[in-house]
């Protein structure tokens, strides 16, 4: 996708992964409705179009790598190290990407590197970059686009976390809080790291997008800057990469929908991307890609990528980059 939000998803049922590039979409839409907060991308800022997809299996033994415009897989599945599970993976551009493994309480971090072709060259250990804790189903990951700070969310000792892990040590935070609500939707912008926080009252639920600066002391996660309260339907959000904007994820009673906000006052902005859907589900997850610009959807058991629309299967999967 290049400038512009196309509808790629067909009616499904079933919970929702997607993931784009939010700096990159929507701009299009100026020529037919006027845009009220700060553009979503530099003019200068080229597209980087990946050829490839990286997955985590369910069962988190092994990674696969897979040809967005065949839906071949390229080479081999790659091991996970022995005595560890892959949880997350992301991009870490030019054909590479952060890998997070787990085992014994402890999170280590690899180096994944494609050939040119797809081809998995080599799966390094990042020396001097790991994270006590728990990781589960419920930890997230995003890598800045520096390459040195590792976000994650980890569990433990009846607490959250969300830790920058770094082989710089003065990189290296973490921000924690007793609170029973759930951290995801990791995003960077510069120093700024974004998530949603849910919280649960009354037995109603309350999703806000926060921030913190990755350069402030370790602390309270209470002390992060609320930016939005999302609204209802809305499950996940990120921030665009120049920090202007959010954009959100939000399923309603008959369609999926990216909304856009200012980061600023919270206003609305504009809809991105609308898609009709049948049947139940929601958006589990939003995740951008800091390196390439197609907006492409986990479905429950495929993946969507728009421009020209491709159909992966995905059902085994339980994380993907590209």
């Known amino acids: 996708m290049k400038e512009g939000v196309i509808p790629v998803i067909a009616a499904v049922a079933g919970a929702l992964v997607v993931a784009g590039v939010v700096d990159a979409i929507g701009s299009r839409q100026g020529d037919t409705e006027e845009k009220t907060a700060e553009p979503v991308a530099e003019a200068t800022q080229k597209e980087r179009r990946s050829k490839f997809v990286a997955a985590v299996r369910g069962t988190g033994d092994a990674l696969v790598v897979r040809d967005i415009e065949t839906g071949e897989d390229i080479g081999v599945d790659v091991g ?3 005595g560890r599970r892959f949880h997350q993976v992301a991009t870490a551009g030019d054909g590479s990407y952060v890998v997070s493994a787990y085992g014994e309480g402890q999170i280590s971090f690899h180096d994944l590197v ?3 072709d797809g081809l998995p060259k080599d799966l390094t250990q990042i020396p001097g970059v790991t994270l006590r804790g728990v990781s589960n189903g419920g930890s997230d990951m995003a890598v800045n686009v520096d390459g040195h700070r590792i976000a994650y969310v980890t569990y433990g000792g009846g607490t959250s976390q969300i830790e920058i892990a770094s082989a710089r ?6 921000w924690t809080t007793a609170s029973k609500g759930r951290i995801s939707s990791l995003s960077w912008a510069g120093d700024i790291l974004s998530f949603v926080w849910t919280t649960t009252r009354n037995g109603a639920e309350r999703r806000q997008v926060r921030t913190l600066n990755a350069t402030a002391p370790n602390g309270s996660l209470g002390a992060s800057r609320p930016l939005l309260t999302l609204p209802e339907g809305a499950f996940a959000a990120v921030l665009s990469k120049n920090g202007g904007t959010i954009v ?3 399923r309603g009673p008959a369609a999926l929908t990216f909304h ?5 006052d919270g206003r609305p902005v504009q809809s991105l991307w609308k898609q009709p859907l049948d049947g139940s589900g929601d958006f589990p997850g939003l995740g951008r890609d800091s390196f390439s610009a197609p907006l492409m959807s986990r479905l429950i058991d495929e993946l969507v990528r728009d421009t020209p629309v491709r159909v992966l299967p995905a059902k085994e999967f339980t994380d993907v980059a590209w």
């Open 80 to 82: 996970a190290p022995r």
């Open 169 to 174: 040590p003065a990189d290296r935070r973490k």
């Open 260 to 264: 856009e906000f200012s980061a600023r």
């Open 248 to 250: 959100a994820g939000v």
């Open 114 to 116: 494609l050939s040119k």
